[in-house]
């Protein structure tokens, strides 16, 4: 077969591309999609999922390890705990592999077609496919096209990639714990590998650009987190900017803030500088898309410029975001369908993987104020819960923010271990309307982690119980 | 030599592909920056492309009607300086398609996508290309939860299917939140919710949309989204024609049909399509062919209890008007019983719809798709008639006919329609040659 047509066409097969199929498969379209690795994209395959399994590997070796060093607080002995990391990579790799042979299954539920090759565009409505299967069409000539190409990692001109200096994806295959990891941006990518690596028994130096960890996120979430890498041992190096690698190529060399430069030994040098869209190699110069700086533009129905063509995910803008690229995804194919659809999220939620993890939907207090809302605040430490005492885990807290006037819930934060969980009720709160009362007059099951919701809500109407 | 090639540009307005009208230049031709190359099409606008070189055109892609996709390649010339393409590759060939949405598709009203293309692209604008300018809501991406209606994801779209806008409803919750109660009373009212004081019923009933009534629906859909109408009513004065039609039934035999008023209107109709040709046809718009029939078969719009069908009157053109009116009395009959054949209910080339005394003063009636005209008839009434010197009662019945207006201009509607009018008016002429 050479030349093949459908109703809907998706390029890639990730998180906001297979959503995409899926709907647009169930709502009974013609649809194909056409990926080049596996199913799942970056999320799946060298994102979130094989990060998470790595954190969580980490997290319990080092538990092991702590009860090996202090003789235990809890009564539990451990003696000569060691990590075999290619082994904990195998396990990772199953997870991997179940999950992406799972979204194929869900694909081919939905009646979806899945191409294995590249796509890329002749015009609007056209894709050329290259493909090493004898079966697959050439030429795909679609109705409505749904561009879910994603992003890759960034590479900085000064340290390209290689052998030793890194990016995400090759930090996930790592069969050996690097002795000197030395990781290149603060950003919670390389917060959540470097703490990772970290506890996996690396020598582990952050180096940030600007004076704070994860700026992205405000310095009251952020405390904890940097105040548990300084335990951990992680050197953490703010202000700072890596230049290049030293004429040893077995050192980087860095910059501080006051002129000073110095050189960091580093077995391996892990570029975390952030992601960017993917827009090379896929004929988007033959689309003349309208931009938004580098990424997509696309309106509240995720419509490009060209009519007929739609984008989801990491092409279309920040946050890249796996959750939110499935939202879009799912919207895309409804619109096609002739749905009326339109997006109108109050927040997309974030979660960072650190130690402790932090959540964040909606406004935190500084933003809420730059938007000129006057606002209530409330918070609750996890150092008066039980349920964080009986963890051995106390660091972190939950924050709320509201408007005075009205208690309308804009905002709320948290930073605690397991705290990402809690995102679901945060962002139910933010898309529900939620007023601090609905919060204070909900009961929280006793003892758990997500009182600490209830409670800041409570302190934010100055009635809070336990504080 | 370098070969550059010039694609189709995005002519801005939200567009994929347009229609190439003409091409201005020819293989072999030399031409210069800015000269004009081809005349291409939008929905809006005939637009003429300029050539962004100086060079001489070596290939030019598609003929005059081809839909051209945006990005694809249009036409490409040999120039001196630094080309787009090493090579003069044909571009991959592709089975030309429709280029229309697939049908099970409805696709949202238009809101042209805000993007404005090269300025000078507008230049050879003929028609209106001013677009409305849209506002650009939201991306779907970024959020602000400040200052917009408070509402729960169902209640938001909820609202957005019934086409209701938040920000004018007024909620009842704590903050003014929007709850379902609110979007019912905006609902029952067909207006934003505000200082109601009525009871609202809230009952729902639904009703499947099964068998016939199905059919109807997707035809009516199919003919009111494809074809654009013209709606045209005349007034004819039947009191002659109905003079003739009662003196013929008084004095019928048992063998003939009672007259009534179709099988005339029947004839003149044939009279007229015989001077009116391109009345009597389909139109095939995805092949962008008009078949034009010699022979009449009228569809008949007949109520019955399931629904609206259209039976077939075959070869009016062969038939007396006692033929006409056997032909017509049978498959009425056919038609109540619920028996028509296949056979009876297809390959009309023009219809003839009546609600008979019902009729109504004027009708808009809906084009049965792929027909290009109907003619809807209105009830009969004693009007007064100034004939110059008087106020005479005459008996007077509208004629209300629709026409894709795509392939019937309003002067030959006009015109066809004052045919039959004039036929009517005067029933001798409908069966003289010649008259």
Redesign the interface.
Known sequence: MT?T?C?VLIVGAGPGGYAAAIRAGQL??ETIVVESAQSGGTCLNIGCIPSKALIHAADVYASVVRSASDNGELGIHSENPRIDLATTMAWKDGIVRRLSTGVDHLLAKAGVQRIQGWAR??????V?VDTSDPDAPR?I?A?HVILANGSRPVELDDLPFGERVISSTEALVLTAVPERLVVVGGGYIGLELGTAFSKFGAEVTLVEASEQLLPSFDAEIVRPVARRAELLGISVLTGTVVTGMAASGAAVNIKAGDGSTAELPADRVLVTAGRAPLLEDWGLE???L?R?DSFV?????????????FA?GDL????MLAH?AIA?GR?AAE??????????????PAVVFTDPEIVSV??NPEQARE???DTLEGRFPYTASGRALSMADTDGFVRAVARAD???V?GLQGVGAGIAELSAPFALA????A?L??LADTIHAHPTRSEALHEAAMHALGMALHL | MAIFEFRMPDVGEGIAEAELVEWLVAVGDAVQVDEPVAEVMTDKATIELPSLVAGKVSWLGGSPGDRIAIGAPLIRFQVDGPGTVTSESTPPELAPEPASAPPELAPEPATPAPSIGDSTLHKGARASSDAPVVPVPASAGSSHPVGRPIASPAVRRRALESGIDLRLVRGTGPVGRIGHVDLDRCIDCGAPAAGISTVANTAVTDVRVIGLRRMIAERMSLAKAHIPHITYVEEVDVTEVERLRQSLNNRHSVEQPKLTLLPFLVCALVRAIAEHPELNAHFDDDAGVVHQYGGVHVGIATQTLKGLVVPVLRHAEARDIWSCAEEIKRLADVAKEGKLDRGDLSGSTITITSLGALGGLITTPIINYPEVAVIGVNKMQIRPVWDGNNFIPRNMMNLSSGFDHRIIDGWNAASFVRRIKALLEQPASMFIEGA
């Not at chain 1, 933010?430 to 309307?433: K, P, V």
């Open positions: 030349h047509t109703s009974g379209l565009f002749l015009d609007g409505k056209t050329a030429t000539r109705n033959e689309l003349d309208k938004n533009r696309i309106d509240e129905r995720c419509r490009t410029s060209m009519s007929g063509v989801v279309t803008g920040e946050p939110r879009q919207l619109v096609i369908a002739g749905k009326r659809r339109a997006w109108d999220k109050v927040s997309v909606g406004m938007a000129g809302i009205d208690h309308l804009v933010l898309e529900m309307g007023r009362e609905d």
